[in-house]
Nanobody, 120 residues
Framework: QMQVAESGGDLVQAGGSLRLSCIVS????????LGWYRQAPGKQREMVAT???????IYADSVTGRFTMSADKVKNTVYLQMNSLKPEDTGVYSC??????????????WGQGTQVTVSP
């Protein structure tokens, strides 16, 4: 079973920075797509950033220029660096991992999420 666990969420002031981590209990060398999503209270979950194994990245318009997604294939960890945080960035951030494991099995899993709160 592949486990996905996010961490790094916190309460920060507007304008501050935060780095989220997503530790995957499997090799991500052959990942198909990695993604960060967030859901604010009373709102639908939205895509924040995704990346494919060719290095291509897509960011939501609302975070472009402020957030940076990356992946460390040695540590099997996905990151989301968030700068210039705004109150509207508040929400539960979840990591999604779509990959082929070392046995050649396709897997798609979500973490339980980590809370990010940005105060004005």
């Amino acid at each position: 079973q592949m486990q996905v666990a996010e961490s790094g969420g916190d309460l920060v002031q507007a304008g501050g920075s935060l780095r989220l981590s997503c530790i995957v209990s499997a090799s991500i060398i052959s990942f198909k797509e990695l993604g960060w999503y967030r859901q604010a209270p009373g709102k639908q979950r939205e895509m924040v950033a995704t990346m494919t194994n060719d290095g291509s990245k897509i960011y939501a318009d609302s975070v472009t220029g402020r957030f940076t997604m990356s992946a460390d294939k040695v540590k099997n960890t996905v990151y989301l660096q968030m700068n210039s945080l705004k109150p509207e960035d508040t929400g539960v951030y979840s990591c999604n991992v779509d990959l082929v494991d070392v046995r050649g099995i396709r897997r798609n899993n979500w973490g339980q999420g980590t809370q990010v709160t940005v105060s004005p």
